[in-house]
């Protein structure tokens, strides 16, 4: 059974603060996802990884896709209340099946 | 263009009845998903379609969980009977993509909260 854990769970910092979140696998993935998700909503895709050792960016937002695309990180730079949220990463295997994390709930206090 | 309609968003019922969630994808959407997620958790994979063919139903709960998706387009999912432990977010998503590769385009719908008394 392919497993992704997060972490930390749980997140509450203050604004202007950094932080990173955490995936890690035994299982190599064609593809890792990152979401968020806000309540009483669908989660909302925030970037695809592919490549073994892949950075991408989304404004504050760096992500990275470990070099044996087992594991990948989120980090966010001087976090803002509108950050607040459920981010889930999700690992595609390669039947094409989609695999989520546990979360990580983020609270960013102004 | 549209998301991926889902409903009703929220239904509540006793524990023994039976209750269904309908799922309309993206046009053009082969893969078809549906999600179980309990508050606060990661969704967890019920069931996948590829068209109208179930790809992976490993853990869908089968002695009271039933998923089909006639035409390969609109899906419902049905439990029958309810348990208070079926109390959930249920979850549907749809992709563009095939079985191989990275995949993209994955898209959620808002989801149904159903509540088991």
């Known amino acids: 059974t392919q497993l992704l854990e997060q972490s930390p769970q749980f997140l509450s910092i203050q604004e202007g603060e950094n932080l990173t979140v955490y995936c890690n696998s035994s299982?190599?993935?064609?593809?890792l996802q990152w979401y968020r998700q806000e309540p009483g909503e669908g989660p909302v895709l925030l970037v695809t990884?592919?490549?073994?050792?892949e950075v991408k960016k989304l404004k504050r937002l760096t992500f990275q896709f470990g070099d044996a695309r087992k594991d990948s990180s989120l980090h966010i730079t001087a976090a803002q209340p509108g950050d607040t949220g459920l981010y889930l990463c999700?690992?595609?295997?390669?039947?094409?099946?989609?695999?989520f994390g546990q979360g990580t709930t983020l609270q960013v206090k102004p | 263009e549209a998301g991926v309609a889902q409903s009703p968003r929220y239904k509540i019922i006793e524990k023994r009845q039976s209750v269904a969630f309908w799922c309309n994808p993206i046009?053009?959407?082969?893969?078809l998903y549906w999600y179980q997620q309990i508050l606060g958790q990661g969704p967890k994979l019920l069931i996948q379609?590829?068209?109208?063919?179930?790809?992976?139903d490993s853990q869908l709960p089968k002695d009271r969980f039933s998923a089909e998706r006639l035409k390969g387009v609109d899906s419902t999912l049905k439990i029958q009977p309810a348990k208070l432990e079926d109390s959930a977010v249920y979850l549907c998503?749809?992709?563009?993509?095939?079985?191989?590769?990275?995949?993209?385009?994955?898209?959620f719908g808002s989801g149904t909260r159903l509540t088991v008394v």
């Open positions: 046009s053009g959407h082969a893969t």
């Open positions: 999700a690992g595609r295997t390669n039947t094409g099946k989609l695999i």
């Open positions: 990884v592919v490549t073994g050792g």
């Open positions: 998503a749809s992709s563009p993509t095939g079985l191989t590769g990275p995949g993209y385009g994955y898209t």
């Open positions: 299982s190599v993935f064609s593809s």
């Open positions: 379609f590829q068209n109208n063919g179930v790809v992976d």
